[in-house]
């Protein structure tokens, strides 16, 4: 590991040159595949922290209880209360969301163990799959109120098709699928695709499967390859064709409590997720008419 490189504390805001444009409204974005390890949670906290530097008011909504977003995002999670309070209905998301340091408007809903417990607590409560829609409906008009109207939230989901994930499916416009372009990359995939069917025709039909992004890709293998052609083929409109290469900086990011944003905005990984996040971003301009945006850039971000 090179450790000139390594930032340690994150110091001042980061803002991007050219903003992003913002979305025809609220966009609300489930992260979700119930296959562990897949970078659902790496490109939640990395897209946030993108939209964010350019300009856009961004929630990271963390909802596994491994509190892997939180880490990531530098919040504290252990001591403050999170999302397990609110679906408990103890809290409002406003009392017990986090500002992220380093950026201008992103913030977090952490999570912690105790919201292991939620999975079984939920069940025999009142509206039990509409918990999590309710507080963020609470949030959003809150927001709205205020004169700084939200323009992403992103739910980070854990590695399971539980009542947690049907929550968040149950809160959301849109579905986002992160590929890990590796051995089984889709296998369970119909599995997941069935309960966004289900979710859609029973608890939230504005659902959309919006999303696709191929994650620690390696160009090198076939078999990487072969996965970003079976999806580029089933979801060409869905998939933003910008894969995430397996990079290094990207997974030490964390250790430090942050986002490969700031620990080392210059490098592949970093540098990739940028070129998502404006695409993800130029899409949601015209989010309802499925005008697809082939116009990116890949260098030259970070002011
Ligand atoms: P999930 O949330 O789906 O369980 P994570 O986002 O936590 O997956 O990613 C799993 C592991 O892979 C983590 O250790 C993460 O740091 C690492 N990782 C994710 N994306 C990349 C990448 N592009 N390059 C290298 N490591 C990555
Ligand atoms: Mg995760």
């Known amino acids: 590991m090179d ?18 444009p913002k979305p025809s409204s609220l966009r609300i974005i489930t992260v979700a595949n119930q296959k562990g390890g897949v970078g659902k949670t790496t490109t939640a906290v990395n897209l946030a922290a993108a939209l964010s530097m350019g300009g856009l008011r961004t929630v990271v909504i963390d909802l596994d209880p491994q509190g892997n977003a939180s880490t990531a995002l530098g919040v504290n999670h252990l001591e403050n209360p999170g999302i397990y309070e609110v679906l408990m209905g103890d809290l409002t998301i406003s009392q017990a969301i986090q500002k992220v340091k380093g950026f201008p408007s992103l913030e977090c809903v952490s999570s ?15 509206a039990r799959e509409t918990r999590l829609k309710d507080a963020i409906e609470e949030l959003v008009q809150e927001r709205i109120n205020s004169g700084e109207p939200l323009d992403y939230i992103f739910i980070d989901c854990p590695p399971s098709l539980g009542l947690l994930t049907i929550n968040a499916l149950t ?36 659902l959309k499967l919006s999303t696709f992004i191929l994650t620690m890709f390696d160009g090198r293998t076939r078999l990487a390859n072969d996965v970003a052609d079976e999806i580029r083929k089933h979801y060409p409109r869905e998939l933003i064709d910008i894969p995430i290469p ?46 697809v945006s082939i116009n990116y850039k890949r260098e030259g971000e970070i002011a």
């Open 3 to 20: 450790d000139s490189r390594e930032t340690k504390t994150v110091v001042g805001v980061r803002r991007l040159k050219e903003a992003m």
């Open 112 to 126: 912690n163990t105790s919201l292991a417990q939620a999975e079984i607590e939920l069940v025999p409560l009142v």
């Open 171 to 206: 809160s959301a416009k849109e579905l986002l699928i992160p590929i890990q372009c590796e051995y089984y990359a889709l296998e369970g995939l119909s599995q997941l695709l069935k309960t966004f069917e289900l979710v859609k025709k029973r608890l939230n039909s504005a």
């Open 246 to 291: 397996r990079a290094v900086r990207v997974s030490e990011a964390p250790g430090f409590g942050q986002t490969v944003m700031t620990y080392d905005a210059s490098s592949p990984g970093a540098v990739a997720y940028m070129a998502v996040a404006r695409e993800f971003a130029d899409r949601g301009k015209a989010f309802d008419s499925n005008v």
